[in-house]
């Protein structure tokens, strides 16, 4: 679909996601199997839920926490902030 929408190439999509998302590389597909497993099962259990979930944050998001909390936060855990950054509190859950 992205390649459609904006008219580039694969290589140049690929070079786009790993210069955003490639320090997460050991992380990435093992968490956004996880994320896509929790949100198929809230569609089956609590669709409304999935509504809920908040986008990801960016590097200069996680970076202002970490400097505000002065720790810096796990790869893992980083990396799954970068798909979800949790949920909004509209629904139950």
Same mark, same amino acid.
Request: charged residues 25%; proline residues 3%; aromatic residues 12%.
């Given at each position: 679909?992205?390649?459609?929408?904006?008219?580039?190439?694969?290589?140049?999509?690929?070079?786009?996601?790993?210069?955003?998302?490639?320090?997460?590389?050991?992380?990435?597909?093992?968490?956004k199997? &996880?994320? @896509?497993?929790?949100?198929?099962?809230?569609?089956? /259990?609590?669709? $409304?839920?999935?509504?809920?979930?908040?986008? #990801?944050?960016?590097e200069?998001?996680?970076? &202002?926490? @970490?400097?505000?909390?002065?720790?810096?936060?796990? /790869?893992?855990? $980083?990396?799954?902030?970068?798909?979800?950054? #949790?949920?909004?509190?509209?629904?139950?859950g």
């Open positions: 679909d992205d390649k459609v929408k904006h008219n580039v190439c694969w290589m140049e999509l690929f070079r786009q996601f790993y210069c955003d998302l490639g320090q997460y590389i050991d992380h990435y597909a093992e968490l199997q &996880a994320w @896509e497993n929790l949100k198929k099962y809230l569609g089956q /259990k609590c669709p $409304r839920m999935i509504t809920s979930l908040n986008v #990801g944050l960016t200069q998001e996680m970076e &202002a926490v @970490e400097e505000r909390i002065q720790f810096s936060l796990p /790869k893992d855990y $980083r990396c799954s902030l970068r798909i979800h950054n #949790g949920q909004r509190l509209v629904v139950p």
